[in-house]
């Protein structure tokens, strides 16, 4: 159910010694060889002596035995080396040792695990933060198997088939696709995009199990790309929700759908990125998706509607978009973050209405390059292109050329993070905006308003 468009939905000697065998070494005196070329006979040693000394002791010339030799301080040194180093060698091993163990528990690795090449988790707790630590690259694979078997239990297949289409000159028969779906309640109500199930007149759930049930459209939000589909059927498995406002970029993710059709394939990554404004191609036209969350983790057409977890398997995600001249898996993939498809199906599935406040304006991120060639007063910022004729900016007093730089106190380095504070708050929100009109530094307060439905 993707698009093959970019950012369409998927879904690196010392010198030679010299001297070898048989080459005589610089400074050594050779005797020289008699003529004869007989080599001459060794020297006479004197005999030894079968009463003292044992083999190789001479006779002393007296007669007497010579006294006994004192033991020199030196004889004591030479005798003590060996022991010494004995010592130094062990207290050595042992140094070695103690770093070997202390070393990896300072960084949250059991020792006994690294030998056996089996790194432990570095940490999967939550602390009080909610954040969690980073896991190291060589225990990859064992933690992401589990996470796999917690999470694929809840990622469910969406077959749908359309309407006949008619064509230039003759009928075309029913179109098929496939997308993927996550199971958001025990009694049946599953998130997926809404340009999965779009133009479906019939949909089909394929549990993980195998089972096959027949799928109902119970709503969608095209400018959220989220839909909800139920099934008759209760007991299914669901995944615990994350924050996804506390994401970190570089932290372990991984995505479960179904790419191509195969189903309960499940790809592993990393946040590469958060708060990603891309504008995708639909059939209603071009759809802006604000506050995306950016992935290396393998994601293609068919993963749409799948699920984007953590490293504690919650649900942080809903695959939806990838951006690939090719269309397959770029390394660049987005996905929805949870906490708006929770709040989009809880509108969905209580019949609600789903809310989109705005603030009614259009406007584009200051760069150094364009502050310095306009002389603006910040290189930061959102530069307003565009004001919505009595649109909540438009009462505030908010115009054109303005340069909004801070939302409630807190900076904005451009148009995509105050969109994405916009989508974050409820219709009748009031907002602190501080913005330069030319180079006056000024402050409004902005009440968001519900956005108009003709309004793109």
């Known amino acids: 159910m993707n698009s093959n468009q970019e950012g369409r939905p998927p879904g690196e000697p010392g010198p030679p010694v010299s001297g070898g065998q048989g080459t005589p070494v610089p400074g050594a005196q050779i005797p020289p060889m008699p003529q004869g070329g007989t080599p001459p006979p060794p020297p006479a040693r004197p005999a030894p002596s079968a009463h003292m000394g044992g083999q190789g002791a001479g006779i002393p010339p007296s007669g007497t035995l010579p006294p006994i030799p004192r033991r020199t301080e030196t004889g004591r040194k030479k005798r003590g080396g060996g022991g010494t180093f004995l010592i130094a060698l062990v207290a050595s091993i042992i140094g070695a040792l103690l770093v070997l163990t202390a070393m990896p528990w300072a960084f949250g690795v059991n020792p006994w695990d690294l030998v056996r090449g089996e790194l432990r988790n570095a940490g999967t707790e939550e602390d009080g933060e909610g954040i969690v630590k980073l896991v190291s690259p060589t225990e990859g694979a064992t933690h992401v198997a589990d996470i796999a078997v917690k999470v694929t239990p809840s990622i469910v297949n969406i077959d749908i088939r359309t309407a006949p289409q008619?064509?230039?000159?003759?009928?075309?028969?029913?179109?098929?696709?496939?997308?993927?779906?996550?199971?958001?309640?025990?009694?049946?109500?599953?998130?997926?995009?809404?340009?999965?199930?779009?133009?479906?007149?019939?949909?089909?759930v394929r549990l993980a199990s195998g089972q096959e049930l027949t799928g109902t459209k119970v709503g969608a939000d095209p400018e959220t790309d989220i839909a909800v589909v139920k099934i008759d059927k209760t007991g299914l498995p669901t995944l615990k929700l994350g924050d996804s406002d506390k994401l970190v970029v570089g932290e372990l993710c991984v995505a479960v759908g179904s790419p191509f059709g195969f189903e309960q394939s499940v790809t592993a990554g990393i946040i590469s990125a958060l708060n990603r404004n891309i504008s995708a191609d639909s059939q209603q036209g071009v759809t802006v998706l604000t506050d995306l969350i950016q992935t290396d983790a393998?994601?293609?057409?068919?993963?749409?509607?799948?699920?984007?977890?953590?490293?504690?398997?919650?649900?942080?995600?809903?695959?939806?978009?990838?951006?690939?001249?090719?269309?397959?898996?770029?390394?660049?993939?987005?996905?929805?973050?949870?906490?708006?498809?929770?709040?989009?199906?809880?509108?969905?599935?209580?019949?609600?209405?789903?809310?989109?406040?705005?603030?009614?304006?259009?406007?584009?991120?200051?760069?150094?390059?364009?502050?310095?060639?306009?002389?603006?007063?910040?290189?930061?910022?959102?530069?307003?292109?565009?004001?919505?004729?009595?649109?909540?900016?438009?009462?505030?007093?908010?115009?054109?050329?303005?340069?909004?730089?801070?939302?409630?106190?807190?900076?904005?380095?451009?148009?995509?993070?105050?969109?994405?504070?916009?989508?974050?708050?409820?219709?009748?929100?009031?907002?602190?905006?501080?913005y330069y009109d030319g180079n006056e530094k000024k402050m409004v307060d902005v009440t968001l308003e519900e956005k108009p439905t003709n309004l793109q």
């Open 166 to 204: 008619r064509g230039l000159f003759f009928d075309v028969g029913p179109q098929e696709g496939t997308g993927s779906g996550v199971i958001y309640k025990e009694d049946g109500y599953i998130i997926t995009n809404n340009h999965v199930i779009q133009d479906a007149r019939e949909i089909t």
């Open 298 to 434: 393998a994601i293609n057409p068919g993963n749409s509607g799948g699920a984007l977890c953590d490293s504690l398997a919650r649900l942080i995600g809903i695959n939806a978009v990838i951006a690939s001249a090719a269309g397959g898996s770029e390394g660049v993939g987005f996905a929805i973050p949870i906490n708006t498809a929770q709040k989009v199906a809880d509108d969905i599935i209580a019949g609600r209405p789903v809310s989109h406040p705005y603030i009614g304006i259009l406007g584009q991120t200051v760069t150094d390059t364009i502050a310095e060639q306009y002389e603006l007063p910040v290189s930061d910022g959102a530069y307003i292109t565009r004001v919505v004729p009595d649109g909540p900016a438009d009462k505030a007093g908010i115009k054109t050329g303005d340069i909004i730089v801070e939302i409630d106190g807190e900076m904005v380095k451009g148009m995509d993070e105050i969109i994405s504070e916009v989508r974050g708050r409820n219709v009748g929100d009031t907002v602190s905006l501080t």
